[in-house]
């Protein structure tokens, strides 16, 4: 007998030989080895254009991958005699149970692969959810990791991301508007606390001040005891913005100070009556 066509083991009417392990073996080397050189296809292109390898072909490859693994699957069945259309029909019934209990699961793969194709979310954006602001870290077929501000990891389904609304604040641009909003005493000059504002943002090496997305002051309102001011400006930096509204705020009140401005604080007076003063 040829060493090539010894059996290696059995399963009713399944038999596999060494010729047979050879080819598998060889073909999922071969496969691994041609989504490698996809990969850095990839990545090489995204060097070239100067762009995030993770945020434009990530999603790209992995929907590629699924595809090739779930056909390469399909054809080693097939070429070790597995009759798949005999193998679906007899488990038809198994299907339908597993689906209704898996239900939600299967719609996390679909969403998977709508976010995969669409390119809705992306990784590197910065997404509002539930009220909570994530940058995406990662995205798989069931599921998706994000990071919040507290650099805590979670792990989202992903058909949050297509019932759901969800805020993607770099889905245009990976610059955004923010602002900082400041109550200024009635005796201030509203003219150098605009032109305070103003030095400050340029100060600011986090804001962007180029033609288009130029900062600006706007005096909002008459507060209860104070003039509102509020001070707008672009930063790329969005997922951090927090940090960059705390700067700003340090240094306005430093510049007020220098410059005499208040900055004033709720008053009340209290009227107390009586009769007698030693209640008082």
Do not use: C
């Not at 999922?28 to 850095?40: D, G, H, I, M, Q």
């Amino acid at each position: 007998m040829n060493i090539l066509d010894y059996p290696l083991f059995k399963i009713k009417t399944i038999q596999i030989n060494v010729r047979e392990a050879v080819v598998i073996t060889t073909a999922f080397v071969l496969l691994f080895l041609l989504l490698y050189a996809l990969k850095f296809v990839f990545k090489s292109r995204a060097r070239r254009k100067k762009v995030d390898y993770n945020t434009n072909y990530q999603s790209i490859f992995l929907l590629v991958s699924y595809v090739v693994w779930i056909f390469f699957i399909s054809i080693i069945l097939s070429y070790i005699g597995l009759d798949l259309s005999l193998l679906i029909a007899s488990s038809a019934a198994l299907f339908v149970g597993v689906g209704l209990g898996l239900q939600q699961t299967f719609n996390d793969f679909v969403s998977g692969i709508i976010i995969l194709l669409e390119g809705t979310i992306k990784v590197g954006d910065v997404v509002e959810i539930d009220n909570i602001v994530v940058q995406v870290v990662e995205i798989k077929l069931r599921t998706s990791r994000v990071v919040n501000r507290g650099d805590i990891t979670v792990i989202v389904p992903n058909h949050k991301f297509i019932s759901d609304s969800v805020i993607n604040w770099t889905y245009n641009d990976k610059k955004a508007r923010f602002s900082v909003t400041v109550g200024v005493d009635y005796s201030s000059d509203v003219r150098l606390v605009e032109k305070i504002l103003y030095e400050v943002a340029d100060l600011h090496e986090s804001l962007i001040a180029d033609e288009v997305h130029k900062h600006y002051v706007r005096f909002t309102d008459f507060g209860d005891s104070y003039f509102v001011f509020e001070l707008f400006f672009h930063t790329d930096n969005t997922f951090r913005v927090e940090r960059t509204k705390s700067d700003l705020r340090f240094m306005i009140l430093e510049a007020f100070q220098k410059n005499g401005i208040k900055i004033p604080f709720p008053q009340r007076d209290i009227h107390v009556y009586g009769t007698d003063k030693k209640e008082l």
